[in-house]
């Protein structure tokens, strides 16, 4: 069956840097393309990055480019986001996200996704 198993986060002071994973199983890794999205307290799902199938094309929303990175190994099927600079408001719980195309033309909130990581928790506090 799919399995995203996620690892990494924690407390990070503002400025900071974590680096979550994913590691997927239980389906073709290399074929569909992959999102993080994150829920802070009291607000909703908010779609953060996305890689395409070879890594080759990534897209950022306007609150995290230039600070987080997106990356996949597929070889390890495994999907990372790199993220630096860290805000307090960047504290949410973080999903990775299994889409169900190669890739999109349009990334935001709406995009739906069949398989989702357990969530981990990034916390931004000095």
């Known amino acids: 069956q799919v399995q995203l198993v996620q690892s990494g986060g924690g407390l990070v002071q503002p400025g900071g840097s974590l680096r979550l994973s994913c590691a997927a199983s239980?389906?073709?890794?290399?074929?569909?393309?992959m999102s993080w999205v994150r829920q802070a307290p009291g607000k909703p799902l908010e779609w953060g990055s996305a890689?395409?199938?070879?890594?080759?094309?990534?897209d950022y929303s306007d609150s995290v480019k230039c600070r987080f990175t997106i990356s996949r190994d597929n070889d390890k099927n495994t999907l990372y986001l790199q993220m630096n600079s860290l805000r307090p408001e960047d504290t949410a719980v973080y999903y990775c996200?299994?889409?169900?195309?190669?890739?999109?033309?349009?990334?935001?909130?709406?995009?739906?996704?069949?398989?989702w990581g357990q969530g981990t928790q990034v916390t931004v506090s000095s």
């Open positions: 890689i395409n199938t070879g890594g080759d094309r990534t």
């Open positions: 239980g389906f073709r890794f290399s074929s569909v393309a």
């Open positions: 996200a299994k889409d169900t195309v190669r890739w999109r033309m349009l990334w935001n909130d709406r995009v739906k996704y069949d398989y």
